[in-house]
């Protein structure tokens, strides 16, 4: 495993992601916000090869366009506008999409079976 491959960092923030997942809403956040930068770095650096469906992609970006257009036609359009900023974990499985890519789905499984006995 080298440490300055994109393909490894992606496998290292999934696998934190579900480790952490039912142990630490922070960590989670932060494997979060880690994937992200990941993936979009590695969507810069290497083109999509086989693009999802648009329906698919549509459809993760048409629920916070209607939640926001939501927040907008509410009273007090701003402060349900603030409230919005926490969801940015809509966007999770458009991350996961290149990152399941590249780790053994079968050990990611184990790796969040672990916390969730032990929370068990």
Same mark, same amino acid.
């Given at each position: 495993? #080298?440490?300055?491959?994109? #393909?490894?960092?992606?496998?290292?923030?999934?696998?934190?992601?579900?480790?952490?997942?039912?142990?630490?809403?922070?960590?989670?956040?932060?494997?979060?916000?880690?994937?992200?930068?990941?993936?979009?770095?590695?969507?810069?650096?290497?083109?999509?090869?086989?693009?999802?469906?648009?329906?698919?992609?549509?459809?993760?970006?048409?629920?916070?366009?209607?939640?926001?257009?939501?927040?907008?036609?509410?009273?007090?359009?701003?402060?349900?506008?603030?409230?919005?900023?926490? #969801?940015?974990?809509?966007?999770?499985?458009?991350?996961?999409?290149?990152?399941?890519?590249?780790?053994?789905?079968?050990?990611?499984?184990?790796?969040?079976?672990?916390?969730?006995?032990?929370?068990?």
């Amino acid at each position: 495993m #080298e440490l300055w491959r994109r #393909e490894t960092w992606l496998a290292v923030w999934v696998y934190t992601l579900f480790f952490l997942a039912p142990l630490s809403i922070a960590g989670v956040g932060s494997a979060t916000g880690l994937l992200y930068f990941t993936v979009a770095y590695h969507r810069a650096r290497q083109p999509i090869s086989d693009p999802l469906p648009k329906w698919i992609v549509a459809a993760f970006l048409l629920l916070p366009l209607t939640a926001a257009l939501s927040a907008l036609v509410n009273p007090n359009p701003v402060g349900n506008l603030i409230g919005l900023r926490k #969801e940015y974990a809509i966007f999770i499985p458009l991350a996961l999409l290149p990152a399941l890519d590249q780790v053994n789905r079968r050990r990611l499984l184990l790796a969040y079976a672990i916390p969730v006995v032990l929370m068990g």
